[in-house]
């Protein structure tokens, strides 16, 4: 008998039962989408929650990064991390932009501040970094540069929900910073997403151009998108952000566990966490050294052979994928810890509803090599 299957993640669903008096409340309101009552209370909650001022909703984190740029007009040039999901660079070539990558921080695995100065140029307009895993990037070196040079900072703060760092939310730095609520994520609208906007009039923007660039009835004053939330996933955020802090908890302990699991097997190394006050917990990465005894494909096909369904984010890099890999930013020689990473990591499955008995389970494969 093949062993239940364990995956990289899965999402918390609170019980169908407590859905039901939201969906009741749509029904009675016929109001499915653009703004209902329903999107209304979640941006509010959303704002107290993560103790930002202003939020636009998105139906899903690329359309909100895509929103971001155009809202802060983002032309020309674009530095960016090769060491992230694919969205973060495709949002930049949808909007004409050109992404220049910058190589990343060995230890937080994030945009290396140190490395960013060289790879501006007169046609450089912005910073995109990424917080990759929900680890916090340096913001002050970056604002450094960004203020020096005149640059905007949009951060893709898609895996930071409820991350602080010593100046607060995560999510107040930067000129605008983008979540995703998707199924994946750690907390979840099915599809969803948001920008965070510094003040009412961006956040007004933002509402125009996710609605048509519509003003009104009659003026569109912006070449806006479809990028609105529907009630239903408004009601699904609503009712997980009771249980946020509920899921963060479990995934500390997990997170605690591993590690104690993972403690002085040689060849495996946990990234170190260092610049969050309050941590998520999104994702637990390892990367596997070479002294590990087999290759990170090799361990990633022995837990597959487990029926545990582990990720390798990020890999490969970006940079490396067909519409990329031509850029003159994009060769591995201007990349080396990115593309050494990229080869070393491997996500392990952390989500609530793992249980101790699973983590065991995952850990015994590779305490076993
Ligand atoms: N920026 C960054 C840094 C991002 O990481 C992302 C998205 C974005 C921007 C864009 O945001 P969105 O537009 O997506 O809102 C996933 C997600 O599709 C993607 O949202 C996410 N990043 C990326 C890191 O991971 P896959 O290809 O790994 O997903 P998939 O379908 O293979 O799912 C992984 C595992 O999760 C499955 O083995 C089982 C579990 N799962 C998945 C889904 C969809 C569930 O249990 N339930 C589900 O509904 O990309």
Do not use: C, M
């Given at each position: 008998m093949t062993d239940k299957p364990i995956f990289v993640t899965q999402p918390f669903l609170p019980p169908l039962d407590e859905y039901v008096p939201y969906l009741e409340e749509i029904w009675d309101s016929k109001?499915?989408?653009?703004?209902?009552q329903m999107h209304q209370r979640f941006e509010r909650a959303l704002c107290e929650y993560l103790g930002v001022e202003h939020i636009s909703l998105f139906n899903n984190g690329t359309i909100a990064l895509l929103a971001a740029l155009q809202e802060l007009r983002v032309t020309g040039e674009v530095i960016t991390t090769p060491?992230?999901?694919v969205a973060t660079s495709h949002s930049l070539l949808w909007k004409g932009a050109k992404p220049v990558f910058v190589d990343i921080d060995?230890?937080?695995?994030?945009?290396?501040p140190q490395k960013i100065e060289a790879a501006i140029t007169p046609q450089t307009t912005a910073i995109m970094p990424v917080h990759c895993y929900g680890n916090p990037c340096d913001t002050r070196a970056i604002k450094a540069i960004a203020d020096l040079y005149n640059l905007k900072v949009i951060y893709d703060?898609?895996?930071?929900?409820g991350v602080e760092d010593h100046a607060g939310s995560?999510?107040?730095?930067?000129d605008l910073s983008v979540l995703s609520f998707h199924?994946?994520?750690?907390?979840?609208?099915?599809e969803g997403g948001a920008v965070i906007c510094p003040d009412a009039k961006s956040k007004q923007r933002l509402d125009y151009i996710k609605n048509?660039?519509?003003?009104?009835?009659?003026?569109?004053v912006a070449p806006g998108i479809n990028g609105k939330l529907s009630e239903v996933n408004a009601a699904m955020g609503l009712l997980q952000l009771k249980y946020f802090d509920q899921i963060v908890t479990r995934r500390k302990d997990i997170d605690a566990y591993y590690r104690r699991c993972l403690?002085?097997?040689?060849g495996i190394v946990i990234p170190d966490r260092e610049r969050?006050?309050?941590?998520?917990?999104a994702y637990f990465p390892i990367l596997v050294e070479s002294?590990?005894?087999?290759?990170r494909d090799e361990l990633y096909e022995l837990m597959l052979s487990d029926n545990i369904y582990t990720r390798?984010?990020?890999?490969?890099?970006?940079?490396?994928?067909p519409m990329y890999?031509?850029?003159?930013?994009?060769?591995t020689n201007n990349l080396p810890v990115a593309s050494a990473v990229s080869r070393k990591i491997l996500c392990l499955p952390i989500y609530p509803a793992l249980e101790n008995t699973d983590v065991l389970r995952v850990v015994d494969v590779i305490r076993n090599v």
């Open positions: 109001i499915l989408t653009n703004g209902g060491y992230s999901f060995p230890v937080s695995l994030n945009l290396d703060a898609a895996h930071a929900f995560i999510l107040n730095h930067g199924a994946t994520k750690v907390f979840t609208t099915f048509f660039g519509f003003q009104n009835e009659v003026s569109v403690a002085g097997v040689s969050q006050v309050v941590d998520n917990y002294d590990f005894g087999i290759s390798r984010y990020f890999y490969p890099l970006i940079s490396e994928f890999r031509s850029l003159p930013s994009a060769s």
